[in-house]
C-alpha cells in the first residue's frame, strides 16, 4: 500500500513537474515571438529608411546633374558673350585681345 502511495505521489509530483515546464515553455515561446517580431519590425523599419535614403540619393543626383547642365549651359553663354564682346570692341576699334 505504501508503494501506490508512493507512486501516488510522484504521479502527483510529475504532473505538477510538467505543467510548470508547460508554463515556462509557453512563456520562453512569448518571448521567443515577441523578440523575433521586434527585431523583425526593426528591420523593416532599416528596409524602410534604406529605401527612403536611396530615393533621396537619387533626387539629389538628378538635382546635381541639372545643376551641372545649367552651368554648362552659362558658361557657354559667357563664353559667346565673351566673343560678341571681343568681336564689337575689335569693331569699334578698341582693344584687341
Known amino acids: 500500500m505504501e508503494a501506490v502511495r508512493g507512486l501516488g505521489e510522484l504521479a502527483a509530483e510529475l504532473r505538477v513537474g510538467r505543467d510548470q515546464a508547460a508554463e515556462t515553455v509557453a512563456e520562453l ?5 515577441a ?3 521586434a527585431q523583425a519590425k526593426r528591420a523593416r523599419a532599416a528596409a ?14 538628378a538635382q546635381l546633374l541639372r545643376v551641372t547642365t ?4 552659362l558658361e557657354q553663354r559667357l563664353v559667346a558673350l565673351e566673343q560678341a564682346v571681343v568681336v564689337a570692341t575689335a569693331r569699334l576699334g578698341g582693344p584687341r585681345r
Open 29 to 33: 515561446s512569448a518571448r521567443f515571438d
Open 35 to 37: 523578440e523575433v517580431a
Open 48 to 61: 524602410t529608411e534604406g529605401r527612403r535614403r536611396d530615393v533621396r540619393i537619387r533626387e539629389i543626383e
Open 70 to 73: 545649367l552651368l554648362g549651359a
